[in-house]
């Protein structure tokens, strides 16, 4: 009777329901955070004005019919940050003011699931925000078509927005709590993003040129190690978030 017991509890244990992975539950999450967005509308469209007032702004302020080089990848990717802090600030409000995180406690969900949909989300947001954004750019600012260097253009965005989402995820994760969120999200992220944002200007620099280089030349020169220092960063901060994700839901 007293060795069945243990077997009994072990067959019970087995037979309890399991909750769905990280990866299923992320992609949930995310489903339901891009219908909600779909529907509301309260991120993308006003990122999208933002950064297109932003380029106007810069066309004027600067007083010059065009921009390459260092001073086009410059404006480019401050414009873009600011915009994507707007999505910072909001990333985590929803769940906030309708309990979405102690919904996610109580359910049989890993916490880092959140953590990868509200990341994927921003990276999308940021997608999208590029697919308008950068058009706009080339027709207001550039002094030359970027067709040709597109493909280095888009890598690098790529592993720039990466690293925005993995990061913002966190900041926005710690600060969402605090009454002075607006203003403590940028007092974080601004500072924490200066080497990603130094690594996106310094690589898309040498492709936004007057004589741009080819993408086999640039990659063999100065493009290859800069994406390396943006993919570097992403997995540092991605690691870091990941770590930490789970206390700050907890709390």
Not at 179 to 205: D, M, T
Not at 218 to 235: E, I, M, N, Q, R
Request: with cysteine; hydrophobic share 60%.
């Amino acid at each position: 009777m007293s060795a069945t017991l243990p077997q009994a509890k072990a067959k019970d244990r087995l037979e309890e329901p399991r909750g769905p992975g990280t990866l299923s539950a992320a992609a949930a999450l995310l489903s339901v955070e891009l219908k909600l967005e779909g529907r509301t509308t309260e991120l993308v469209p006003g990122m999208v004005l933002f950064v297109l007032s932003a380029f106007v702004v810069f066309h004027f302020a600067l007083n010059r019919g065009a921009l390459e080089g260092d001073l086009a990848a410059g404006v480019l990717c401050v414009a873009l940050l600011f915009g994507a802090l707007l999505a910072v600030n909001r990333l985590f409000v929803r769940e906030l003011e309708q309990g979405g995180f102690e919904a996610l406690l109580l359910a049989p969900v890993p916490p880092a699931a959140l953590f990868l949909a509200k990341t994927a989300a921003l990276f999308i947001y940021l997608c999208l925000l590029e697919l308008v954004g950068i058009p706009a750019y080339a027709l207001l600012l550039l002094a030359r078509n970027p067709v040709g260097v597109l493909g280095g253009v888009v890598g690098v965005l790529a592993l720039t927005n990466l690293g925005i989402a993995v990061l913002g995820g966190l900041v926005s994760a710690l600060t969402v709590r605090s009454r002075a969120r607006e203003l403590l999200a940028p007092l974080l992220f601004l500072p924490l993003l200066l080497p990603l944002l130094i690594g996106a200007a310094s690589a898309l620099s040498p492709l936004l040129a007057g004589h741009a280089p080819t993408i086999g030349r640039w990659l063999a020169s100065t493009g290859g190690k800069w994406l390396t220092v943006l993919g570097l960063y992403d997995l540092i901060f991605g690691l870091i978030a990941s770590a930490l994700f789970d206390f700050l839901l907890e709390d």
